[in-house]
């Protein structure tokens, strides 16, 4: 009876690791294919954010584009972003767009935070005419949204702290249509700072999220084959001590 419970243990734990091990290979395939799809837009002909009906959110990350406008005087600093480990922020800054009602925020790199946290950043921002490239990307998403995570806090005139981009509050308060999509500054652009993009489904370090998937996913599969082993040892063992 202790033999058959064992044993029934033993299956539910594989079948369970079995289970977690091919969730960690879907999500490899997943990472695989948003990053393939990601290579393919940027290969894509460049989108002018000036031309209108450019405003579909879910078909523009990835692309390459150029815009011609000007920077408003409204910046946002995403909060609790992380570089080399130190913390800092993400400074948005909303660019008008020639021949259109809309804004779009361009993303121009981390700063580090001051150790004060009312204490609002320096910031030099060009009011002139410009073009500029970059990237279309969705912001940043934080895995836990903790209370007051929506809340748009004043740091100084003209800036704004949050925790997360939400572009239907930020257009309430700032009194702005933005369209829903974030321009990563070209690394070669003026007026930006650090700007070390990494790519959905990227590079991380030595490792890409598809590599790391798989890795989680030989663990557990690992597991899985442990406890099969080591059931099959117990099981061999207790028999021989039946055995008169």
Do not use: C
Not at 107 to 128: F, H, K, V
Not at 140 to 150: K, N, T
């Amino acid at each position: 009876m202790v033999r058959i419970g064992l044993l029934a243990v033993a299956l539910g734990v594989t079948t369970l690791f079995a289970a977690l091990g091919m969730w960690q290979l879907d999500r490899a395939a997943q990472k695989r294919a948003v990053f393939a799809e990601f290579e393919r837009r940027g290969n894509a002909p460049e989108v002018d954010l000036n031309q209108r009906g450019v405003d579909d959110g879910a078909a523009l990350p990835g692309h390459r584009t150029t815009a011609a406008g000007r920077y408003r005087a409204v910046t946002i600093l995403l909060d609790n972003q992380v570089h080399r480990g130190r913390a800092g922020y993400l400074v948005y800054t909303a660019f008008e767009l020639d021949g259109r009602t809309q804004s779009v925020l361009v993303n121009r790199g981390w700063i580090s935070a001051a150790a004060d946290r009312s204490q609002a950043p320096e910031l030099a921002t060009p009011t002139s005419s410009q073009q500029l490239g970059g990237l279309l990307s969705p912001p940043p998403q934080g895995g836990l949204r903790l209370a007051g995570f929506e809340v748009i806090e004043p740091l100084a005139d003209g800036m704004w702290r949050v925790q997360t981009i939400d572009f239907d509050g930020l257009t309430a308060t700032l009194g702005m249509q933005l369209l829903p999509i974030t321009v990563l500054l070209d690394g070669d652009e003026p007026y930006g700072f650090v700007r070390a993009w990494t790519p959905p489904g990227g590079a991380r370090g030595e490792l890409t999220d598809e590599t790391r998937h798989l890795g989680y996913a030989f663990q557990w599969f690992a597991l899985a084959v442990t406890v099969v082993v080591v059931s099959l040892v117990l099981t061999l063992r207790s028999l021989k001590v039946d055995t008169p």
